[in-house]
């Protein structure tokens, strides 16, 4: 399973590049605004930091201003993966884009039938958004299993790539059902390595090591 990190904040994405966590980079307008900074120099500075897929997302709704848009962020580098939203225009777009031999990324799905579409143009990722379905009182999870499942019926080749994840327990479930990329903000996936018994087991080491009054080395 890949790990994306859902973040425009370099600073963090090299922090944890450098712990072998990071296969990929996902943003969003939101995200982009966060970071404070421009998208191209934001996106140049990922790419620069980061080989996989980094997802940088058009803004226009309209298929002619998303192919336009398409090309600008394409031109940053060539691990920029376009993200287009789950539309008609959307998936006019990726069909196109993909055609140009670039990654696409389809964002904002919420149900099967849309991640049928997206594999059906052909798109490099599909993006369910996981949390934002828990936040309205349905599970999340049942759609990835879904989308696991037409998948593999037809064996399609767009990779589910498990969004919108807000707990350490949407990765695990993510694993369990066999997704092939989960992002997930800084902070979720530094947590996926915390356990008490890790903490106290390592705490009851050290105390008895210092008692041996040894050294290594
Ligand atoms: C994914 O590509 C999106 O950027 C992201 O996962 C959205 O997450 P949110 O629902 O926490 O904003």
């Given at each position: 399973?890949?790990?994306?990190?859902?973040?425009a904040?370099?600073?963090e994405?090299?922090?944890l590049?450098g712990?072998?966590?990071v296969?990929g980079?996902?943003?969003?307008p939101?995200l982009?605004?966060?970071s404070?900074?421009n998208?191209?120099?934001?996106?140049?500075?990922i790419?620069?930091?980061?080989?996989?897929?980094v997802s940088?997302?058009?803004?226009?709704?309209?298929?002619?201003?998303?192919?336009?848009?398409?090309?600008?962020?394409a031109k940053?580098?060539?691990n920029?993966?376009?993200?287009?939203p789950?539309?008609?225009?959307?998936?006019k777009?990726?069909?196109?884009?993909?055609?140009?031999?670039?990654?696409?990324?389809?964002?904002l799905?919420f149900?099967?039938?849309?991640?049928?579409?997206?594999?059906?143009?052909?798109?490099?990722?599909?993006?369910?958004?996981v949390?934002?379905i828990?936040?309205?009182g349905s599970?999340g999870?049942?759609?990835?299993?879904?989308?696991?499942?037409?998948?593999?019926?037809?064996?399609?080749d767009?990779?589910?790539?498990?969004?919108?994840?807000?707990t350490?327990?949407?990765?695990?479930?993510?694993?369990l059902?066999g997704a092939?990329?989960?992002?997930?903000p800084?902070?979720?996936?530094?947590?996926l390595?915390?356990h008490?018994l890790?903490?106290?087991?390592?705490?009851?080491?050290?105390?008895?090591?210092?008692?041996?009054g040894?050294?290594?080395?």
């Amino acid at each position: 399973m890949k790990f994306f990190v859902d973040t425009a904040d370099v600073k963090e994405i090299k922090e944890l590049a450098g712990l072998g966590l990071v296969d990929g980079v996902t943003t969003n307008p939101s995200l982009i605004l966060k970071s404070g900074g421009n998208i191209a120099e934001v996106t140049k500075q990922i790419c620069d930091i980061v080989d996989g897929p980094v997802s940088a997302e058009v803004v226009a709704t309209e298929y002619k201003e998303m192919m336009r848009e398409a090309k600008i962020l394409a031109k940053i580098a060539d691990n920029v993966c376009i993200k287009v939203p789950l539309t008609l225009d959307g998936l006019k777009a990726c069909r196109d884009i993909r055609s140009d031999g670039r990654d696409v990324n389809v964002t904002l799905c919420f149900s099967a039938n849309q991640a049928l579409l997206a594999a059906k143009a052909g798109a490099t990722f599909i993006s369910p958004f996981v949390g934002r379905i828990d936040d309205t009182g349905s599970d999340g999870m049942e759609l990835i299993a879904e989308i696991k499942q037409i998948y593999d019926n037809y064996d399609f080749d767009t990779e589910i790539l498990v969004a919108s994840v807000r707990t350490v327990n949407h990765v695990k479930q993510a694993a369990l059902i066999g997704a092939d990329v989960v992002t997930a903000p800084p902070a979720t996936l530094r947590a996926l390595v915390s356990h008490p018994l890790t903490d106290k087991g390592l705490a009851a080491f050290l105390a008895d090591w210092a008692k041996t009054g040894q050294k290594i080395g």
